[in-house]
């Protein structure tokens, strides 16, 4: 099995953690995991990470995300979204086009906001779902998002329908409630589907069949790992620096190599390849005598 990811069109009712088990067992695969989940009731992208390809988590699951989502006023849920509980219902006026974009418009750009109750989240050592469905209301801090952009794409009152791109981290589900809440008659979610993760698209993504995934369909749709991470830049390296790199030599061995070919411009993450494979991932460590030097974040061996 290659190493690399593939991405999925999640369906909705299953979770995140039932795609992954069925990967696993379809291509008899132990090392799988996910970059960022879905709600169940959500639909859309899933990136799923296979053997070597589970080291880049953290790097997939901090890109930027887009969703389609539609609001409906008038109703709110414990749960933020159709499958919840209703706690609240408001008679929906008519409501300006112009009003409604205005209040979206104030949700653009860094804001707060609270988790949802129901939510993955640990609280006190346990998920905050297992918490909120024993009544308990956990305790849930605030926390910083960025909304990139949030355009309302169609209105059809009591739904609104939008378009969001966001900061990793960024629940839409309180996004919708907020957002309902500006308006007056509050709201919740009725639909909520991902459509991108940084650069992958729900359109380039496997959808299930009547029978399900297929080994070759997966196989055949794999990215490999140094595609895996198109926005960082990729720095070929000799045989002999790659094989020091695998060996664990220090940095001091094979670095000279690399800085040479390394522009100065160039300050973040950096993806090292060898023959079209992914060796490691390494960044430029200023120090105060003015010479660079190279740490390692992560090899794949």
């Known amino acids: 099995m ?9 369906e909705k009712g299953e979770s995140s953690f039932n795609v992954v088990r069925d990967v696993r067992r379809i291509l008899k695969e132990k090392k799988v995991g996910h970059a960022g989940t879905l ?30 989502a539609v609001l409906r006023l008038g109703i709110e849920t414990d749960t933020l979204d159709e499958t919840g509980r209703v706690v609240r219902t408001e008679r929906v006026s008519s409501l ?24 993955a989240i640990r609280c006190g050592g ?9 009544g308990i209301c956990p305790s849930l801090e605030k926390r910083v998002v960025k909304i990139h952009r949030l355009e309302i794409t169609s209105i059809d009152l009591p739904d609104v329908t ?23 008659p509050g709201g919740h979610l009725v639909s909520l589907r991902r459509i991108s993760s940084g650069p992958f698209t729900v359109d380039k993504a496997i959808r299930r069949t009547g029978s399900g995934f297929s080994a070759e369909d997966l196989r055949n749709r794999v990215i ?4 895996a991470l198109p926005h960082l830049r990729e720095v070929e390296v000799s045989k002999g620096t790659g094989e020091m790199i695998e060996k664990g030599f220090p940095a001091n061995r094979w670095e000279g190599e690399i800085l040479s070919n390394l522009p100065d411009s160039v300050a973040g993450p950096v993806k090292l390849v060898r023959e079209g494979k992914l060796l490691a991932i390494l960044k430029r460590l200023p120090v105060p005598e003015g010479k660079d030097c190279l740490e390692l974040m992560r090899v794949f061996v």
């Not at 169940?40 to 053997?51: D, S």
């Not at 939008?162 to 500006?182: E, F, H, W």
């Open 224 to 227: 490999p790992l140094p595609n």
């Open 96 to 119: 300006d086009p112009e009003f409604i974009r205005g209040e979206a418009k104030e949700l653009v750009g860094e804001i707060e906001q609270i988790p949802p109750a129901f939510s």
């Open 162 to 184: 939008l378009t969001v791109r966001c900061s990793k981290g960024t629940y839409i589900r309180s996004l919708g409630a907020d957002l309902g809440r500006r308006l007056g």
């Open 39 to 68: 709600d169940p009731f959500a639909t859309g992208l899933l990136v799923i990470l296979l053997g070597q390809g589970t080291k880049l988590f953290s790097y997939l699951t901090s890109m930027d995300k887009e969703y389609e």
């Open 2 to 10: 290659p190493d690399g990811i593939v991405l999925i069109d999640k």
């Open 126 to 134: 346990r998920r905050a779902y297992e918490l909120a469905r024993k």
